[in-house]
C-alpha cells in the first residue's frame, strides 16, 4: 500500500505538470501554482477514509483553512463587508475542522466507496461549487486539479496492489466504479453526484452566463499550450485567467494559447 508521503509526492508532481501546462495555456502564474496545490491535496483526500489517523490528522485542518479562502469571490457575491468575510471563514474552518471528521469516519470504511472514480469526480464537482462566481475557465481548471489528484492516488494504490504478476486481495479496490460488497455506498455516492450537477445547472448563473458567452464565440477557449509563455514575457491576462476585453469592443480573436487564446 502506498503511504501517505509517496501519495503527496506523486500527486505535487503531477499537480507540477498540471499547473505548468495550464500556465503555458494562458492562465496566470498564480491560478496555475493554486491549481497545481489543489491537485496535490486531491492526492490526499482518499485517505480521509483511513484507519491510521495520520491523514485525517494532515488534511482536515488543510481543507478547513483552504475551502473558505477558495470562497472568497462567493461571500464578496454575496455582499459580505470585511466582518462578515471574517465571521464566514470562521465559522466554515470550525465546522470543517470539527463537525466533518468523526461523522465521515464513522460513515466510511477504508478502501469504500470514497476510494472510486464517481467521488473523484464529486470532489471535482464540490470545488466547481466552492469556486462560485469565479469565470468559467479557472473554474474548470481548478476544479479538474482536484479530481485528478484523486484520480493518481486511486492509480497509484492499484499500482501497489500488484506484485510480480500477481495481483494482492487490495487489487481493484480503489480505481473502480462501484463497490460489490454493499450497495448502499453506490446510491448514495452516485446520488450526491445527481445532486452536485443539478445544483450546478440549476442554480448556477455565473456558469450560464460563460456558457452563453462560449456559444455566441466570445469566449474562445485554445487548449494548445505555449511553452514559449516560460521564456517569453507574453501579453498579460486578467486575474482569473481570461485574456482582456479588446479595446475596441470586438469579440476576441482566435489567437494561441499564451497571447490571449485562453
Ligand atoms: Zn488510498
Known amino acids: ?18 499547473g505548468a501546462a495550464g500556465y503555458a ?16 491535496l486531491g492526492g490526499m483526500l482518499p485517505d480521509l477514509d483511513g484507519d491510521t489517523g495520520v491523514a485525517v490528522r494532515e488534511i482536515i485542518p488543510l481543507l478547513a483553512a483552504a475551502v473558505p479562502i477558495l470562497m472568497l ?3 464578496q457575491h454575496w455582499g459580505f463587508d470585511r ?11 470550525f465546522l470543517i475542522r470539527f463537525g466533518i471528521g468523526e461523522p465521515f469516519k464513522r460513515l466510511t470504511r477504508h478502501r469504500g466507496m470514497w476510494h472510486s472514480i464517481p467521488a473523484a469526480f464529486n470532489v471535482g464537482l464540490i470545488c466547481f461549487l466552492v469556486c462560485s462566481y469565479q469565470e468559467i475557465e479557472p473554474r474548470a481548471f481548478k476544479s479538474s486539479a482536484i479530481t485528478l ?23 481493484g479496490t480503489a480505481f ?8 448502499w455506498p453506490n446510491f448514495l455516492t452516485y446520488g450526491i453526484t445527481v445532486l452536485l450537477v443539478s445544483l450546478i445547472l440549476t442554480n ?8 452563453a458567452a462560449w456559444k455566441a464565440g466570445e469566449i474562445h477557449i485554445n487548449f494548445k499550450p505555449d511553452w514559449r509563455r516560460f521564456v517569453i514575457n507574453s ?18 480573436s482566435n489567437s494561441p494559447a499564451g497571447d490571449g487564446g485562453f
Not at 500500500?1 to 498540471?18: D, N, Q, R
Not at 466582518?83 to 474552518?93: Q, V
Not at 473502480?176 to 450497495?183: A, E, N, V
Not at 448556477?204 to 456558457?211: F, G, H, I, M, V
Open 1 to 18: 500500500m502506498a503511504g501517505f508521503k509517496t501519495h503527496v509526492s506523486v500527486s505535487g508532481g503531477i499537480g507540477l505538470a498540471y
Open 25 to 40: 495555456c494562458g492562465f496566470p502564474l498564480s491560478t496555475s501554482l493554486v491549481a497545481a496545490s489543489i491537485c496535490t
Open 73 to 75: 469571490d462567493v461571500f
Open 83 to 93: 466582518e462578515g468575510i471574517f465571521l464566514s471563514i470562521m465559522a466554515i474552518y
Open 149 to 171: 489528484g484523486f484520480l493518481s492516488h486511486l492509480l497509484l494504490d492499484e499500482l501497489y496492489s500488484l506484485e510480480w504478476f500477481r495481483a494482492k486481495s487490495s487489487s
Open 176 to 183: 473502480k466504479l462501484f463497490s460489490t460488497k454493499r450497495m
Open 204 to 211: 448556477d448563473q455565473t456558469l450560464k452566463r460563460d456558457l
Open 235 to 252: 501579453s498579460p491576462k486578467s486575474e482569473t485567467g481570461r485574456a482582456p476585453e479588446p479595446p475596441t469592443g470586438e469579440i476576441q
